[in-house]
């Protein structure tokens, strides 16, 4: 009989095995090497399985190269900015930028239009969203899925709230939607600061009607976001506007003879 650590050693062995032929083929051929599962079709596969083959192993290839992408994109000059050693206050001259803990001068830094605190609760919402829909679809199936306690309507708990994960290419393109929202929200209320020929400078009333212009185009193509955000400064912060000031009205020139 053969022994439960014979047969655990004869496993590892033919795992090992099969992890040197699976480097051995990607080293020989790294653009055509794919999981068995993943293959592509030859002549000797069956011809009503060629095509579903082919497309799984698309499809392999393309998530493959597309993960390599992104994992690259941190290096991209887009979202480098150069950092800045200072400048020494007796001479004025460029101060050298200091290495780091391992020696290495870094000449540049990370620019990022979004902050990791805003991430977070962009995380965070995505997951109380999701939770609030399961708990919904639950009572609809009447289901238990709720926790006991204070958060007995919710499938997460107040406390300690689920915080997701996300990955180098997926915080990009936030930073990318982020941008792309905030630079035509600008540019509209450019255009009607322009067109009026009031102001000098881009006035709240205007930026407001702009950011509600790329509202409602997103919720007319989308139906995710609302057809208008409104945003309320506090009312110290406030400042008033050019030629909105309410003038005095002047009392008829008859009212003012009768008064004196």
């Known amino acids: 009989m053969v022994s439960a650590m014979e047969l655990k050693a004869a496993q590892a062995k033919k795992l090992v095995q099969a992890s040197a032929r699976a480097r051995n083929a990607k080293a020989a051929d790294p653009f055509g090497y794919a999981p068995k599962k993943f293959k592509r079709a030859t002549g000797s596969t069956q011809v ?18 597309t993960n390599i992408a992104w994992g690259n994109a941190l290096d991209c000059p887009l979202f480098k900015k150069p950092r800045v050693g200072g400048r020494d206050p007796k001479t004025g001259k460029p101060k050298p930028i200091a290495p780091d803990q391992y020696g290495n001068v870094r000449a540049t830094r990370p620019n990022r239009a979004l902050g ?17 829909q399961q708990h919904y679809d639950a009572a609809l199936l009447r289901c238990d899925v709720g926790t006991k306690g204070k958060n007995e309507a919710h499938t997460e708990t107040n406390t300690y709230p689920m915080l997701g ?12 939607a982020i941008v792309a929202f905030n630079q035509e929200a600008f540019g509209n209320a450019v255009d009607i ?12 009333r205007s930026a407001q009607a702009g950011l509600d212009i790329v509202t409602r185009k997103l919720s007319a193509s989308t139906g995710i976001v609302p057809p208008q955000i409104v945003g309320k400064l506090d009312p110290k912060m406030e400042r008033k506007e050019r030629g909105t000031r309410k003038k005095k ?6 009212q003012e003879e009768e008064a004196n």
């Not at 499809?59 to 190269?65: L, P």
């Open 116 to 132: 990791s605190h805003t991430v977070k609760a962009l995380l965070s919402g995505a997951a109380a969203a999701v939770a609030a």
């Open 193 to 204: 600061k322009n067109a009026l020929e009031i102001h000098k400078k881009v006035t709240r």
């Open 165 to 176: 994960t996300i990955s180098p290419g997926a915080l990009m393109l936030f930073d990318q």
């Open 249 to 254: 009205k002047k009392k008829p020139v008859a």
């Open 48 to 65: 009503t399985k060629r095509a579903e083959r082919n497309m799984k192993h698309a499809k392999w290839r393309i998530e493959q190269d």
